[in-house]
């Protein structure tokens, strides 16, 4: 799903809304999956992650785009998944 704004809360409560409740979530997550996350694979925060913002920069007449990869610890748990 590509979101086009919104802050971290109002992403776990309408995924929640959904069913889909952001796996680590300790608000609105399941607690069973949470569990299973943390003891299988060592999740210690919830599974979301921008891996790119942009906006218009404040000065001049140009975008400005940011990108993080994804962390370490994420990482680890999808290739955990994919084996």
């Known amino acids: 799903m ?3 704004t919104g802050r971290t809360h ?3 409560r309408h995924f929640a809304a959904l069913g ?3 796996v680590g ?5 399941n607690r069973n999956v949470n569990r299973q996350f943390r003891e299988t ?3 210690r925060r919830q599974f ?3 891996i790119r913002i942009s906006f218009m920069h404040p000065s001049k ?3 400005v785009i940011l990108k993080a990869p994804l962390p370490k610890e994420l990482e ?3 290739e955990r998944l994919r084996a």
């Open 2 to 4: 590509i979101l086009h």
């Open 76 to 78: 680890a748990v999808l």
């Open 25 to 29: 979530d300790t608000m609105y997550g």
């Open 48 to 50: 979301l992650h921008c």
């Open 61 to 63: 007449p140009e975008k």
């Open 20 to 22: 889909n409740p952001v």
């Open 41 to 43: 694979y060592g999740l």
């Open 10 to 12: 109002q992403i776990r």
